[in-house]
């Protein structure tokens, strides 16, 4: 069996679902995971070939400590869950993670080691209760969508629009202070201008620029037959 289906049934429990080895996609959503206790997910681990999981609407508290054993998935639906926070350790152990869908739940904080999904593309952290942004989402170099809608969020980093994949992000129902309406109903393309524009000189020169910038500069060779006198002191190449 490749692809396997058990939404909407009702279960509480995962258990059994061994028999499922060698499974790529499993959806498991809409069930009552929740009533199931913390090991209600645990039979997952033994299902390593899992590309894609949906475990969408199960009223989960937290994200299945089973997932570290999943390093084969690409897509992952938690979304409409209670889930608070992510596990420790959780995206270091999914290394080919590409969609992360975590909308709907009660998060206050995206994971510190959000940059440890390399492979990251979409993430949806929409209707969350999100005050701030990690440091790390600014290191998702492989980021094209970003989803933040209805969250607590007050300000947005205009380093954001330094990540080089970025094409689409959704920030409407944040009360943020420093990003009018007019802007953010023009669309992604709008609001990454904006932030580009509030970007520091530096921050927003191009690295290659910068090291050019940096580079210490050599005065030019005397003229022929000029005699040469000592040399001059080395220049700082200070910014």
Request: positive net charge.
């Amino acid at each position: 069996m490749r692809e396997a289906d058990l939404s909407g049934n009702a279960l509480e429990s995962l258990a059994g679902c061994e028999r499922l080895r060698g499974a790529t996609a499993l959806d498991a959503s809409a069930n009552r995971l929740c009533a199931g206790g913390p090991t209600a997910c645990d039979a997952l681990g033994a299902l390593g070939a899992l590309a894609r999981l949906s475990l969408r609407a199960n009223g989960l508290p937290c994200a299945p400590r089973a997932l570290a054993a999943l390093a084969a998935l690409v897509e992952l639906d938690l979304s409409q869950n209670r889930i608070a926070a992510l596990p420790g350790g959780a995206l270091p152990a999914l290394p080919r993670l590409h969609t992360l869908l975590l909308s709907s739940n009660v998060l206050d904080a995206l994971p510190p080691d959000l940059d440890a999904a390399p492979a990251l593309t979409h993430l949806d952290a929409s209707c969350n209760r999100l005050a701030a942004l990690p440091d790390a989402l600014l290191r998702c170099a492989a980021l094209r969508t970003l989803a933040l809608e209805n969250n607590a969020l007050t300000q947005l980093d205009p380093r954001l629009a330094l990540l080089p994949a970025l094409r689409a992000l959704a920030v409407d129902g944040n009360p943020l202070r420093s990003v009018r309406r007019a802007v953010l109903a023009q669309g992604s393309d709008a609001l990454l201008a904006l932030l580009r524009n509030r970007l520091p000189e530096r921050a927003a020169t191009p690295p290659a620029a910068a090291e050019n910038r940096n580079a210490v500069q050599l005065p030019p060779p005397p003229p022929a037959g000029c005699a040469r006198g000592a040399p001059p002191p080395r220049g700082t190449g200070l910014w």
